[in-house]
């Protein structure tokens, strides 16, 4: 059974740096094909995507965020982090990791998602 | 980047009746394409991927279609735990991207 559960701080200052944990069982992060994903959403809005590692360790990342997002994993840990610069309060959103199937890159196991706002 | 639109943004309709939800694509691509089920304080949900294969212990009144620039999300007989948000999301290239998404609500 896949699980994945976010963790980090629910309230973060503008300019702080933002990191954000998935821990996920039910998977390796070194099967082929297989990857973890970050997307977030602000309240009452749509999603939107962040990043993605796969097991080999290539990444992508959502341009429009402009190199403020870093991803990384453990994978004797089972884990994958999410580190934002510069958080902003445009970042307040509820963030999401999810499980890339070996097949393409949709998500077919969510975590339950952690909010994170951004304020002074 | 491709742009995913939906519509429309809202859809109000009773139990038991068809609802047909709509996604465009800006640029065209064959099947590389998802839908998800989002209730209020829930993670999304896959129901669909490869524009028509329904995930696993989807039931069988979600049906996708459609490929190019053009994708339909179609729920039959509508029952009451299916009015929720449903998002689009494509995976054919980078940045992954999803639609601003459909809201489904009680006519």
């Known amino acids: 059974q896949i699980t994945l559960e976010e963790s980090g701080p629910a309230l973060v200052k503008p300019t702080q740096t933002l990191t954000l944990t998935c821990t996920f069982s039910?998977?390796?992060?070194?099967?082929?094909?297989?990857?973890v994903g970050w997307i977030r959403q602000p309240p009452g809005k749509a999603l939107q995507w962040l990043a993605l590692?796969?097991?080999?360790?290539?990444?992508r990342y959502n341009s429009s965020l402009k190199n403020r997002l870093t991803i990384t994993k453990d994978t004797s840990k089972n884990q994958v982090v999410l580190t934002m610069t510069n958080a902003d309060p445009e970042d307040t959103a509820t963030y999401f990791c999810g499980h890339r199937t070996p097949w393409g890159s949709y998500y077919d196991y969510w975590g339950q998602g952690t909010l994170v706002t951004v304020s002074s | 980047e491709i742009v995913m639109t939906q519509s429309p943004a809202t859809l109000s309709v009773s139990p038991g009746e068809t609802a047909t939800l709509s996604c465009r694509a800006s640029q065209t691509f064959s099947d590389n394409l998802a839908w998800y089920q989002q209730k209020p304080g829930q993670a999304p949900r896959l129901l669909i991927y490869?524009?028509?294969t329904r995930a696993t212990g989807i039931p069988a009144r979600f049906s996708g279609n459609g490929s190019g620039t053009e994708f339909t999300l179609t729920i039959s007989s509508l029952q009451s735990e299916d009015f929720a948000v449903y998002y689009c999301q494509q995976y054919y290239n980078w940045p992954l991207g999803f639609g601003p998404g459909t809201k489904v609500d009680m006519k």
């Open positions: 590692i796969y097991w080999d360790d290539d990444k």
């Open positions: 490869a524009a028509s």
């Open positions: 039910g998977f390796s992060l070194t099967t082929a094909g297989v990857g």
